[in-house]
């Protein structure tokens, strides 16, 4: 197959490179490469389009929301335009279930409005993807090098990105699937048990109370996540972050 993969660079898109690469022709746009997806003249037609290039992140978007305007619903409206007739598999997130809550919330509920336009598109509905090399400066790169100062007692379905890989692959071969989709777990786990010991900040008006994913859908696919937030902590996290988070040593 012939796919677009958009935001190949990024924290799911160089993961998910790699494995479309095994089956697939892939070409990838990047805004690393300097290619923006508000003015850049799309490449040919292809037999199908993963969407991943955008803005992320609450906070950021509450300093900036034109910035995710423009990068998570123009760019994504030039993109459905020029390939209206092409199967679109494109992020989304679970912040969108509340859209008043933040500029990033509301930029993927647009996107997913602006999207269902479109018969061939499916939302995926990310909820808190991680892995082993989490994005500069959020919550699992501050965890791992102790920098983390607070925690909150939101709860949060943390999905392990290689589990999110598999759930692309299976939206590739199930074609008749439209609409939105939740990706992750539907294991919440709350923020403040993974860091007991840290301060708990308890106002964050602009951030969800409570996230599960819904994966009824994904589930009749075959979907079944391999990886549980807890054994990678233990995996991941040495010496005195592994006493702090199990209470046990190594």
């Known amino acids: 197959m012939n796919i677009l993969l958009t935001g190949y660079k990024g924290f799911i898109g160089s993961t998910l490179l790699k494995a479309l690469e095994l089956n697939h022709t892939v070409t990838g746009i990047d805004l690393q490469d300097g290619v923006d997806l508000l003015s850049c003249d799309f490449p040919e037609e292809f037999d ?139 294991v919440p786990v709350r923020i403040q048990d993974l860091a007991p010991n840290l301060p708990v900040r308890l106002n964050t008006p602009n951030e969800r109370e409570y996230t599960c994913a819904n994966l009824e859908k994904m589930k009749a696919l075959g979907f079944k996540p391999k990886y549980s937030i807890k054994k990678f902590l233990t995996k991941q996290q040495k010496s005195n972050i592994i006493n702090i988070i199990t209470g046990e040593t190594v």
């Open 48 to 186: 199908l389009v993963i969407h991943l290039a955008g803005k992320s992140g609450v906070r950021e978007s509450l300093k900036d929301p034109s910035a995710y305007w423009m990068n998570n619903v123009e760019a994504s409206r030039r993109l459905f335009e020029r390939y209206k007739d092409t199967r679109i598999l494109y992020a989304s997130s679970s912040s969108a279930y509340e859209p008043d809550l933040n500029p990033y919330a509301a930029s993927k509920y647009v996107l997913e409005e602006l999207a269902a336009r479109h018969a061939n598109n499916v939302g995926m509905r990310f909820h808190t993807v991680y892995s082993s090399k989490p994005r500069k400066g959020m919550f699992f790169d501050k965890l791992f090098n102790g920098e983390l100062e607070y925690v909150t007692r939101h709860y949060r379905d943390f999905v392990h990105i290689l589990d999110v890989i598999d759930a692309i692959n299976l939206l590739i071969q199930h074609t008749h699937i439209k609409g939105v989709l939740d990706i992750g777990t539907g």
